[in-house]
């Protein structure tokens, strides 16, 4: 009878433990910590670096594309950020050091990592090759791996630090269409996970934060296979719809927060909270449910092809009626810089 006893005492003083570590503190100062933001030339990343900027933070962004690099860089200048732009591609190897030397020799120091860079492909598997997948797992699972591998000993040397991983409700639940997507995301969740149950609370903290549609724009950006238009309509729909999406500036806000309380998890939205806990108790009737919103996407064409930006497809309903719907996704795309670069810009999206 003891062994029992004993085995729940021990369970309950954990999960005691456990709650008091999860309770909200109050929120640090970081007015001159340095930040690293990858993806910050556009969307959220874009976002979280206005945010670290209202907070006085010193600012080291990064992005493929150049000119947008350029006018995010700019937009931050103008808040009065101290700011460094660095054009590379998180997904290749010497990124991570390139990025860190950079915070280094401007600022001497580097206190924030936010892993959010990231790409959306959107269509039934059957339009998926292997490329896509190792194209998502190298810029969302593997590019923070190594960021963070290359900040940790920065920050462990300071005794101060915070990891931010930037995941997405598809790394809680995989969602139809979105399977390269939602196959690094997992392994982006795993790992922010994993760390944090390693490194503890602090002096070095990761926050993983599980974000559901945000309203960014990313519809123009992201890629479409299969019936291309009508992958293009339902996902403009989702990510520009209130209540169903969260306007993008209002997530940056949470998420900032939640690092400056060292938090081990944030999950935005009500819809994200709902679908995260309840796949992780109800994982038969999820999947169930995942296959019947399935049944109502665009069947499968039957054959490849390469995958279109939304930025040059017409959705599959009438024009007027798709701009009314999609009212707020194209304000937010005016407002986080994902309008299409004019011709003659010299990088890549």
Same mark, same amino acid.
């Given at each position: 009878?003891?062994?029992?006893?004993?085995?729940?005492?021990?369970?309950?003083?954990?999960?005691?433990?456990?709650?008091?570590?999860?309770?909200?503190?109050?929120?640090?100062?970081?007015?001159?910590?340095?930040?690293? %933001?990858?993806?910050?030339?556009?969307?959220?990343?874009?976002?979280? #670096?206005?945010?670290?900027?209202?907070?006085?933070?010193?600012? %080291?962004?990064?992005?493929?594309?150049? $000119?947008?690099?350029?006018? #995010?860089?700019? $937009?931050?200048?103008?808040?009065?950020?101290?700011?460094?732009?660095?054009?590379?591609?998180?997904?290749?190897?010497?990124? #991570?050091?390139?990025?860190?030397?950079?915070?280094?020799?401007?600022?001497?120091?580097?206190?924030? %990592?936010?892993?959010?860079?990231?790409?959306?492909?959107?269509?039934? %598997?059957?339009?998926?090759?292997?490329?896509?997948?190792?194209?998502?797992?190298?810029?969302? &699972?593997? &590019?923070?791996?190594?960021?963070?591998?290359?900040?940790?000993?920065?920050?462990?040397?300071?005794?101060?630090?915070?990891?931010?991983?930037?995941?997405?409700?598809?790394?809680?639940? *995989?969602?139809?269409?979105?399977?390269?997507?939602?196959?690094?995301?997992?392994?982006? !969740?795993?790992?922010?996970?994993?760390?944090?149950?390693?490194?503890?609370?602090?002096? !070095?903290?990761?926050?993983? !934060? !599980?974000?559901?549609?945000?309203?960014?724009? *990313?519809?123009?950006?992201?890629?479409?296979?299969?019936?291309?238009?009508?992958?293009?309509?339902?996902?403009?729909?989702?990510?520009?719809?209130?209540?169903?999406?969260?306007?993008?500036?209002? #997530?940056?806000?949470?998420?900032?927060?939640?690092?400056?309380?060292?938090?081990?998890?944030?999950?935005?939205?009500?819809?994200?909270?709902?679908?995260?806990?309840?796949?992780?108790?109800?994982?038969?009737?999820?999947?169930?449910?995942?296959?019947?919103?399935?049944?109502?996407?665009?069947?499968?064409?039957?054959?490849?092809?390469?995958?279109?930006?939304?930025? &040059?497809?017409?959705?599959?309903?009438?024009?007027?009626?798709?701009?009314?719907?999609?009212?707020?996704?194209?304000?937010?795309?005016?407002?986080?810089?994902?309008?299409?670069?004019?011709?003659?810009?010299?990088?890549?999206?």
């Amino acid at each position: 009878m003891k062994t029992p006893l004993l085995l729940a005492a021990a369970a309950v003083t954990a999960a005691a433990t456990a709650a008091r570590a999860s309770v909200r503190r109050t929120p640090d100062d970081i007015t001159g910590e340095v930040a690293i %933001v990858t993806g910050a030339s556009r969307g959220l990343g874009l976002a979280l #670096a206005r945010e670290l900027a209202r907070h006085s933070a010193r600012l %080291v962004i990064c992005a493929r594309d150049q $000119d947008q690099l350029e006018g #995010a860089e700019a $937009d931050l200048l103008a808040l009065g950020a101290e700011v460094v732009a660095v054009p590379c591609d998180t997904g290749d190897e010497g990124t #991570a050091d390139l990025l860190v030397a950079a915070a280094l020799e401007r600022y001497g120091r580097l206190d924030i %990592v936010i892993n959010n860079a990231g790409i959306i492909q959107v269509g039934p %598997v059957e339009s998926t090759q292997p490329a896509d997948y190792e194209a998502a797992m190298r810029t969302m &699972a593997l &590019a923070p791996v190594r960021l963070t591998l290359a900040a940790l000993p920065v920050m462990r040397g300071q005794a101060h630090g915070r990891i931010v991983n930037i995941t997405s409700i598809g790394g809680k639940v *995989s969602v139809p269409h979105l399977l390269p997507y939602s196959t690094a995301k997992f392994a982006a !969740v795993g790992f922010s996970e994993g760390l944090r149950a390693e490194l503890g609370p602090g002096p !070095v903290a990761v926050t993983t !934060v !599980v974000p559901g549609l945000l309203r960014t724009g *990313s519809h123009l950006n992201a890629r479409f296979s299969g019936r291309s238009e009508e992958e293009f309509t339902w996902f403009s729909l989702g990510a520009s719809l209130p209540v169903i999406s969260m306007d993008a500036g209002t #997530a940056a806000r949470q998420i900032v927060e939640a690092m400056r309380q060292r938090r081990a998890e944030l999950i935005l939205t009500p819809l994200g909270q709902l679908a995260a806990r309840g796949a992780g108790i109800f994982p038969e009737f999820t999947s169930a449910l995942l296959h019947l919103t399935r049944q109502m996407l665009p069947a499968a064409t039957g054959h490849g092809g390469p995958a279109v930006p939304g930025s &040059a497809l017409r959705p599959a309903l009438n024009q007027q009626v798709f701009n009314r719907l999609t009212a707020l996704g194209q304000t937010a795309a005016r407002q986080f810089n994902q309008l299409p670069q004019p011709s003659g810009s010299r990088g890549r999206s």
